[in-house]
């Protein structure tokens, strides 16, 4: 993580870029500004004559280019896409670039959507491939008027490929490494042209993922590996129902575990400190704890929904709105359905960590996170240190699906640090406590109304309740009473409806926390929608997807995905008995995707997953391996979680305690997989939430082909598809 610290800035007009020299090379900086600031991916101006430079290009003397990325890999492949974006406009060599984890720093690396130094909603290719590209094509000009210079030739004359300028007509060649220096001092262009997309020799291109050689010899670095020397292991169990207290605590028989070195109790958790791990959990496991469990002991599942249909009667906040719905709903036939998502877990393959070394005013952390800044910050309010002493290495990180953009792992394991006298401790939670004090996904209950006329849909209301995780994480997500991710692909359906209305209630459960979860409103809203349109076409006698692309008036990408998805999962052919298909289509991320899913019913209600097909326009698919490998896998989590995914509360407690009870698809039930991107030139758009997103509605709607029988709760309930119980309307 080395990021240059001796770098300058020199004043400059709006849109233009700083230059310097670093440490005998070039270093390029580029500003990528805050959401709604000035105009799109274009430097605000600054009274100082400055600004704070968000990522770095650095060229060596040897050649080899550095990306500073703010973003973070966490198994999505986005280093190796990010790279490939810098290089096709730098047309440096692809094999000499290196990635570096940016430092906490909110000034510098804030992402653009968000404001924030922050990785999450599918959006790093997204907020990065015009600043990206600008950068690198403005890099390259200087590059090239540099080597024009020196050989007193029209730059025009000049043409750069694999890290280095060539001069046409005499065939003179340098490297980017031997002219870094000079081009220091070259003047940036205010607007360098960008390459055609017709020839990009890179973008578009598979291309083999940095990180994957490390992952596979045993060599790539995560948080759960940080090693220090004299380092101490710690696991702990936190208050098990939420707001509660330590009672009283026999250790005895603890201190007496091998390698045990210090048990260590604050007011909502106990830790237990030893020379390992595994004698930090078996110390753990002889622990005797009676708990104060304050006033969330009575919260349960029960209540929790109970809590949430009695919210959702008010009348909400107005999110979108268009014609006149309840002059609509006079017009025609009401349809109404109800549909509601459960809490979910995130279960990431990486346990939650963190490694701390407290020091005589400062502390220094090893860790994975989304939020490397935010960590930094929280732990120096925390500490009442200044920001600028708390240091954070970010590492790999085994999965984030949206439970590392939250900080209380880090919080932990300083207080438990505080306890050590300035020994280094790694904190490492069981998996027990990784599901039992998780940030949820929030559970969601949907009204949708249609009014139907002629066999059109003339009307549409959806009202949405649930928790609001931007109110707590983001407020300025949160406005008037509506969340912009609660609300995330209801608003901006496929669908045109000549009155519309989407309403958002706040109803935030008790006892539990609630975040992000790999996709979390899309994920509720796409659900609740695309179920009900299959329910709408089942009233009108119509084929799902001939419905849809009847309803279809925002351009030809949704039908041609649509078209293509038809094509290839052989919609329309005949099945058999208690077998179906089921489509999602769906606007999420700004991507376009539609998604088949094939399954068979026996009639004990297990459902066997046959065959699943997606048609993906994500715009210009930047690396298509990685767009296949993130709809395959998102699909997976997706489907996991309709099967099976529900987190239950008794007593105030979470239920679920490993996979044993919170379960995973496991491979012998994963069909074939196939996934067919659609070749575009438009920007790119997100990818790695949108299988979570389709899998499930797909799934539903398939089972409803299959069965007859409309599912509007998730999991799915196999005893009503056996016949041994009503479905839940």
Same mark, same amino acid.
């Given at each position: 993580?080395?990021?240059?610290?001796?770098?300058?800035?020199?004043?400059?007009?709006?849109?233009?870029?700083?230059?310097?020299?670093?440490?005998?090379?070039?270093?390029?900086?580029?500003?990528?500004?805050?959401?709604?600031?000035?105009?799109?991916?274009?430097?605000?101006?600054?009274?100082?004559?400055?600004?704070?430079?968000?990522?770095?290009?650095?060229?060596?003397?040897?050649?080899?280019?550095?990306?500073?990325?703010?973003?973070?890999?966490?198994?999505?492949?986005?280093?190796?896409?990010?790279?490939?974006?810098?290089?096709?406009?730098?047309?440096?060599?692809?094999?000499?670039?290196?990635?570096?984890?940016?430092?906490?720093?909110?000034?510098?690396?804030?992402?653009?959507?968000?404001?924030?130094?922050?990785?999450?909603?599918?959006?790093?290719?997204?907020?990065?491939?015009?600043?990206?590209?600008?950068?690198?094509?403005?890099?390259?000009?200087?590059?090239?008027?540099?080597?024009?210079?020196?050989?007193?030739?029209?730059?025009?004359?000049?043409?750069?490929?694999?890290?280095?300028?060539?001069?046409?007509?005499?065939?003179?060649?340098?490297?980017?490494?031997?002219?870094?220096?000079?081009?220091?001092?070259?003047?940036?262009?205010?607007?360098?042209?960008?390459?055609?997309?017709?020839?990009?020799?890179?973008?578009?291109?598979?291309?083999?993922?940095?990180?994957?050689? =490390?992952? *596979?010899?045993? @060599? !790539?670095?995560?948080?759960?590996? %940080?090693?220090?020397? #004299?380092? &101490? $292991?710690?696991?702990?169990?936190?208050?098990?129902?939420?707001?509660?207290?330590?009672?009283?605590?026999?250790?005895?028989?603890?201190?007496?575990?091998?390698?045990?070195?210090?048990?260590?109790?604050?007011?909502?958790?106990?830790?237990?400190?030893?020379?390992?791990?595994?004698?930090?959990?078996?110390?753990?496991?002889?622990?005797?704890?009676?708990?104060?469990?304050?006033?969330?002991?009575?919260?349960?599942?029960?209540?929790?929904?109970?809590?949430?249909?009695?919210?959702?009667?008010?009348? =909400?906040? *107005?999110?979108? @709105? !268009?014609?006149?719905?309840?002059? %609509?709903?006079?017009? #025609?036939? &009401? $349809?109404?359905?109800?549909?509601?998502?459960?809490?979910?877990?995130?279960?990431?393959?990486?346990?939650?960590?963190?490694?701390?070394?407290?020091?005589?005013?400062?502390?220094?952390?090893?860790?994975?996170?989304?939020?490397?800044?935010?960590?930094?910050?929280?732990?120096?309010?925390?500490?009442?240190?200044?920001?600028?002493?708390?240091?954070?290495?970010?590492?790999?990180?085994?999965?984030?699906?949206?439970?590392?953009?939250?900080?209380?792992?880090?919080?932990?394991?300083?207080?438990?640090?505080?306890?050590?006298?300035?020994?280094?401790?790694?904190?490492?939670?069981?998996?027990?406590?990784?599901?039992?004090?998780?940030?949820?996904?929030?559970?969601?209950?949907?009204?949708?109304?249609?009014?139907?006329?002629?066999?059109?849909?003339?009307?549409?209301?959806?009202?949405?309740?649930?928790?609001?995780?931007?109110?707590?994480?983001?407020?300025?997500?949160?406005?008037?009473?509506?969340?912009?991710?609660?609300?995330?692909?209801?608003?901006?359906?496929?669908?045109?409806?000549?009155?519309?209305?989407?309403?958002?209630?706040?109803?935030?459960?008790?006892?539990?926390?609630?975040?992000?979860?790999?996709?979390?409103?899309?994920?509720?809203?796409?659900?609740?929608?695309?179920?009900?349109?299959?329910?709408?076409?089942?009233?009108?006698?119509?084929?799902?997807?001939?419905?849809?692309?009847?309803?279809?008036?925002?351009?030809?990408?949704?039908?041609?995905?649509?078209?293509?998805?038809?094509?290839?999962?052989?919609?329309?052919?005949?099945?058999?008995?208690?077998?179906?298909?089921?489509?999602?289509?769906?606007?999420?991320?700004?991507?376009?995707?539609?998604?088949?899913?094939?399954?068979?019913?026996?009639?004990?209600?297990?459902?066997?997953?046959?065959?699943?097909?997606?048609?993906?326009?994500?715009?210009?698919?930047?690396?298509?391996?990685?767009?296949?490998?993130?709809?395959?896998?998102?699909?997976?989590?997706?489907?996991?979680?309709?099967?099976?995914?529900?987190?239950?509360?008794?007593?105030?407690?979470?239920?679920?305690?490993?996979?044993?009870?919170?379960?995973?698809?496991?491979?012998?039930?994963?069909?074939?997989?196939?996934?067919?991107?659609?070749?575009?030139?438009?920007?790119?758009?997100?990818?790695?939430?949108?299988?979570?997103?389709?899998?499930?509605?797909?799934?539903?709607?398939?089972?409803?082909?299959?069965?007859?029988?409309?599912?509007?709760?998730?999991?799915?309930?196999?005893?009503?598809?056996?016949?041994?119980?009503?479905?839940?309307?």
């Amino acid at each position: 993580m080395n990021v240059p610290a001796n770098h300058s800035t020199v004043a400059t007009s709006r849109r233009a870029f700083i230059k310097s020299s670093v440490a005998g090379g070039f270093l390029l900086a580029f500003h990528l500004p805050a959401y709604g600031v000035n105009e799109p991916n274009q430097p605000p101006d600054d009274t100082t004559g400055k600004f704070s430079p968000n990522a770095f290009i650095r060229i060596d003397k040897a050649g080899k280019t550095t990306l500073v990325m703010p973003q973070v890999e966490m198994g999505q492949g986005v280093y190796t896409s990010i790279a490939m974006i810098l290089a096709e406009e730098l047309d440096a060599d692809f094999s000499s670039i290196a990635l570096e984890h940016a430092p906490p720093d909110e000034k510098a690396y804030a992402n653009p959507a968000f404001g924030i130094q922050a990785t999450g909603n599918s959006n790093s290719i997204r907020a990065f491939w015009k600043p990206l590209r600008t950068a690198g094509a403005s890099a390259r000009a200087m590059l090239v008027q540099t080597a024009a210079k020196q050989w007193k030739v029209d730059p025009s004359s000049c043409t750069t490929s694999n890290g280095e300028v060539t001069h046409t007509a005499t065939r003179r060649s340098l490297s980017y490494g031997v002219l870094a220096d000079a081009a220091s001092k070259a003047t940036p262009p205010q607007t360098p042209p960008l390459k055609d997309p017709k020839n990009f020799t890179l973008i578009g291109k598979a291309k083999k993922r940095f990180d994957t050689p =490390g992952k *596979v010899d045993g @060599s !790539a670095v995560y948080g759960i590996d %940080a090693i220090l020397p #004299g380092m &101490k $292991f710690a696991t702990l169990v936190a208050a098990p129902v939420l707001g509660g207290k330590v009672g009283k605590i026999d250790d005895g028989a603890a201190k007496q575990v091998p390698g045990v070195q210090k048990v260590v109790v604050l007011d909502d958790l106990v830790a237990v400190v030893g020379d390992h791990f595994w004698a930090a959990k078996s110390g753990l496991d002889t622990l005797k704890i009676t708990w104060d469990h304050g006033a969330n002991v009575g919260v349960s599942t029960d209540t929790i929904w109970a809590d949430l249909r009695a919210q959702s009667t008010q009348e =909400g906040a *107005v999110a979108k @709105s !268009a014609g006149d719905v309840t002059k %609509a709903s006079a017009t #025609g036939e &009401k $349809f109404d359905a109800i549909y509601e998502l459960p809490l979910l877990a995130h279960a990431t393959m990486e346990p939650m960590n963190c490694t701390v070394q407290l020091k005589p005013g400062g502390c220094e952390i090893w860790l994975g996170t989304q939020v490397i800044a935010r960590v930094q910050q929280t732990i120096a309010k925390l500490l009442g240190l200044a920001v600028d002493k708390v240091t954070v290495h970010n590492h790999w990180l085994g999965g984030g699906f949206g439970r590392r953009l939250e900080v209380d792992m880090a919080v932990k394991a300083v207080r438990i640090a505080q306890q050590l006298d300035g020994a280094p401790v790694k904190v490492v939670w069981t998996r027990e406590e990784d599901i039992q004090q998780d940030y949820y996904r929030p559970a969601y209950r949907d009204e949708i109304t249609a009014t139907i006329s002629q066999d059109k849909i003339v009307g549409w209301r959806h009202k949405i309740s649930g928790s609001s995780v931007m109110a707590r994480w983001f407020p300025p997500g949160f406005q008037k009473g509506v969340d912009i991710d609660g609300v995330d692909s209801a608003i901006d359906l496929p669908y045109e409806f000549p009155n519309f209305e989407v309403r958002f209630v706040r109803a935030e459960p008790a006892g539990l926390h609630t975040g992000f979860w790999r996709g979390v409103g899309p994920n509720n809203n796409v659900f609740a929608i695309e179920s009900f349109i299959d329910e709408v076409a089942k009233k009108l006698g119509k084929d799902p997807i001939a419905l849809r692309k009847i309803m279809l008036d925002k351009g030809p990408r949704f039908k041609a995905v649509l078209d293509l998805v038809a094509e290839k999962s052989g919609w329309g052919q005949p099945l058999g008995k208690r077998v179906g298909r089921g489509v999602c289509l769906q606007p999420a991320f700004a991507s376009f995707i539609a998604t088949v899913v094939e399954v068979e019913v026996d009639e004990q209600g297990e459902v066997l997953l046959r065959r699943i097909t997606s048609a993906v326009d994500t715009g210009i698919a930047v690396n298509p391996d990685t767009v296949i490998a993130q709809l395959q896998g998102g699909l997976v989590f997706g489907l996991t979680a309709a099967l099976y995914g529900e987190v239950t509360m008794n007593g105030g407690r979470v239920q679920q305690s490993n996979f044993h009870n919170y379960r995973m698809l496991r491979i012998d039930q994963v069909p074939a997989i196939d996934v067919h991107v659609v070749p575009s030139g438009e920007a790119p758009g997100g990818i790695g939430e949108t299988g979570t997103t389709a899998g499930p509605p797909a799934l539903r709607n398939a089972i409803y082909a299959a069965t007859g029988i409309a599912l509007r709760r998730l999991p799915i309930d196999r005893e009503v598809l056996a016949g041994r119980k009503q479905p839940w309307t």
